[in-house]
């Protein structure tokens, strides 16, 4: 005899289909437009699937299984013909879902390798629809942990948005959100131009410079987002809009420190300028060990008081080997001696400890403040332009979690260390180098009320849901 159940349950099957259709169709009348703040994302498929049990994404069973696959047909039938969807599981996965720690990570069961800027709109319309967060990343650089709140998303990967369009009677580049900084800094040397990029190569242009972007030519020239013209960004409404001096200004200054809390960089336009010393730059590399420490930082601290605006140093301690993992940094005005005796003292104690399982690993950098101060402190959104002479970085990278306690333990009591001795009496930190579970939204966006309220006030307009809490948010609550 059949189960009687089962007739039910086939029933109950059809209609969740079928809920799922209806969803479904309404979001795709909505593809290309702009959603209501309060819209479709409280009844996609997702939500709905929820509301009947079956709907928790970290269930790796058949739901799982379904809501991949899903991904993919419904999805790719709203992408451009070259656009990639790739899942979780496939061989090429990979390719959309590297990163340089996997530290307290993000996870992504879907990763969409646009071809061109429909294509993010489309993927952020959809997965709003279907409730399932997302990212967007070009590099894949991303240190912090306070992306780890998203879990089972789609990814974005930007890389297929690598236009570079230079305009000669203004002196300025347009680069599109897919662009890396040695890409961008090719393109500007290859014109006979300059203007301020990081050390890495690998990093995104956009995503460094919606936090500020900091780098060897900022004492001529400022930060990479002092020399931003316009950005054209993608809500998560699904609206596109172009921010600059002129057009949508309150957005302008906020994106300049903390843009990856409002959109997507679609396109930005930065000025540059004409190669200083014919675009010769010169490296000099010198080793000591850890008995001319004092020596060292004396030296540094008296080179740097005041920088030249041509200089930048680097204090670099790192084994071979060693790979991406827990990231702590902190901004200090003067390097404190007995503090920096006391650890790299523990840096060479942890690295003996715990080698051939961990590898302890520090970079400081020092540039020149000459173009940085010489704007308003609140031209922008980045509040510490007279409180980030020195950038301390130290991480720690494993082959397994297993002591990533002690790990952190170590790093965390250092990162207390440095900014007790930082010269500012608490801890003032570059939103790019934001550890993500202990730096205190203050203390990336300013202790002054005015700022964080102002953009709050912004970020309850533009992104009420919080789709883009992701990284370093200053809101609570998601919409995921």
């Known amino acids: ?29 909505n593809a290309t437009t702009t959603f209501p703040t309060s819209g479709i994302i409280s009844y996609g498929t997702q939500r709905v699937m929820r509301l009947f049990g079956f709907g928790d994404q970290s269930d790796p069973g058949s739901h ?25 599981g496939d061989e090429d996965f990979h390719l959309v879902n590297a990163r340089y720690t996997d530290y307290q990570r993000p996870t992504f069961i879907a990763g969409v390798k646009v071809a ?20 967007a990343r070009t590099g894949g650089h991303s240190l912090t942990t306070s992306s780890r709140g998203i879990q089972r998303g789609i990814i974005l990967d930007m890389r297929g948005l690598n236009v570079v369009r230079y305009d000669t009677s203004k002196q300025q580049m347009t680069v599109g959100g897919g ?4 890409e961008f800094a090719n393109a500007t040397f290859s014109r006979g131009m300059e203007v301020t990029v990081g050390s890495c190569p690998c990093t995104g242009v956009l995503g460094i410079s919606l936090g500020a972007g900091i780098g060897r030519l900022q004492g001529k020239y400022g930060y990479l987002n002092d020399n931003m013209v316009s950005i054209r960004l993608l809500l998560a409404n699904g609206t596109v809009i172009t921010a600059s001096e002129e057009t949508n200004p309150s957005v302008f200054w906020a994106v300049r420190g903390a843009g990856h809390n409002f959109g997507i960089g ?6 540059v300028y004409p190669q200083g010393n014919n675009g010769k730059h010169y490296v000099v590399d010198f080793e000591y060990n850890l008995d001319r420490l004092e020596d060292l930082f004396e030296a540094v601290n008296r080179i740097s008081s005041p920088m030249p605006q041509e200089l930048a140093m680097f204090i670099i301690g790192r084994k071979r080997g060693a790979t991406g993992g827990n990231f ?12 920096m005796r006391s650890f790299f003292d523990g840096w060479k104690e942890m690295n003996e400890k715990y080698d051939g399982q961990a590898m302890f690993s520090v970079m400081f950098e020092t540039f020149p403040q000459q173009g940085v101060r010489a704007k308003r402190n609140n031209a922008t959104a980045y509040p510490w332009r007279e409180g980030s002479d020195h950038f301390l970085m130290m991480e720690a ?36 180098y934001g ?27 533009l992104d009420p849901e919080g789709w883009f809490n992701g990284y370093q948010p200053f809101a609570e609550g998601v919409a995921y």
Not at 1 to 12: L, Q
Not at 64 to 88: D, H, M, N, W
Not at 266 to 271: I, K, N, R
Not at 397 to 425: P, V
């Open 116 to 135: 061109e800027e429909r294509d993010v709109v489309e993927t952020v319309n959809y997965a709003r629809s279907r409730g399932i967060p997302f990212m």
């Open 266 to 271: 679609l396109e930005a336009t930065f000025q």
């Open 397 to 432: 990278g494993s082959k397994d979690h297993a002591n990533d306690d002690i790990y952190d333990a170590f790093l965390s009591t250092q990162q207390d260390a440095w900014i007790r001795t930082s010269g500012y009496g608490r801890l003032q930190q570059y939103i790019n």
């Open 179 to 182: 662009v890396t900084t040695g």
């Open 64 to 88: 799982g299984a379904y809501l991949k696959e899903s991904i993919r047909v419904e999805l790719q039938r709203r992408l451009s013909p070259t656009a990639r969807i790739l899942l979780e």
């Open 328 to 339: 702590y940094a902190a901004n200090v005005k003067r390097y404190d001696i007995p503090t």
């Open 1 to 29: 005899m059949a189960d009687p159940t089962s007739f039910y349950w086939r029933t109950a099957v059809k209609f969740l289909i079928l809920l799922s259709t209806v969803a479904q169709c309404l979001d795709a009348g």
């Open 435 to 461: 550890h993500g579970s202990k730096d205190a939204p203050e203390a990336l966006y300013g202790y002054e009320p005015w700022r964080l309220a102002r953009l709050r006030a912004l970020k309850s307009e």
